[in-house]
């Protein structure tokens, strides 16, 4: 099995890519959708999360107010706090879904999608630091420029105007590393500047050679 990192920046067009990618064959796990999950009312963060943030960020109906949770987290420079309670049951949830994936299956390609492949400083337990390169055996980095990246994420998030949301997308964008940083430390690099079109065919290519190696490796683990 060849374990696979996705990520990149705030509106980068990452999504985009894990779900085309998902679409050729991949098994793919989404770890924002698996930190939503755990933070969630009964979630293995969310008594954490109060207890750490405060009763402010738990809505009338007892669900957590992510909005408020997120002002807090990046207003008052506490994203360190929030991420030291959640990753570490992400990568756990990653970790062992990794396992599943090849117990069942020795040639898939596994393909964790993560907005903090590089940036997380917490490993799945205290005793295993877990660097990047030990959890996966290739990374991709979707990169495109700052400000198409701002104008997609303008235009897709909901409840801010125009100038909360860039104010967001910086706050946001000032938590991650950069594109150029990122891609120096990675094996494959889709730029995602043009056309849907152009997106699917690095994305096609790309497929082509995570398949391929994990066949190779599958063969010579026989």
């Given amino acids: 099995m060849l374990r696979v990192a996705l990520t990149g920046g705030v509106g980068s067009g990452k999504s985009t890519a894990a ?5 050729c064959g991949v098994y793919l796990f989404q770890s924002d959708e698996a ?3 755990l933070m969630q009312q009964g979630g293995a963060a969310f008594a954490a999360i109060v207890q750490q943030f405060g009763a402010g960020v ?3 109906d007892g669900s957590l107010d992510r909005p408020a949770l997120a002002r807090i987290a990046f207003d008052e420079g506490r994203v360190e706090e929030l991420n030291a309670i959640v990753h570490p049951l992400v ?9 599943e994936i090849a117990a069942k299956d020795p040639v898939a390609v596994a393909v964790v999608e993560s907005a903090l492949v590089f940036e997380t400083k917490h490993a799945a337990s205290a005793d295993d630091p877990a660097p990047w390169r030990t959890r996966f055996d290739r990374i991709v980095v979707v990169t495109a420029p700052e400000e198409l990246r701002r104008w997609r994420y303008i235009q897709r998030v909901s409840g801010l105007d125009e100038a909360a949301a ?3 997308f910086d ?3 000032a938590a991650q590393w950069s594109d150029e940083r990122k891609a120096a430390m990675a094996d494959f690099v889709i730029a995602n500047d043009d056309s ?3 997106l699917r065919d690095e ?3 790309l497929w082509e050679e995570l398949k391929t190696e994990s066949a190779e490796r599958a063969r010579q683990a026989m």
């Fill in 203 to 205: 994305v096609q290519t």
């Fill in 58 to 60: 738990v809505k009338a």
């Fill in 19 to 23: 779900a085309m990618l998902q679409e």
């Fill in 166 to 168: 860039s104010a967001d």
């Fill in 171 to 173: 706050r946001r964008n």
């Fill in 35 to 37: 930190g939503r999950a």
């Fill in 196 to 198: 849907l079109q152009e």
């Fill in 91 to 99: 990568i756990a949830e990653q970790t062992r879904w990794a396992a």
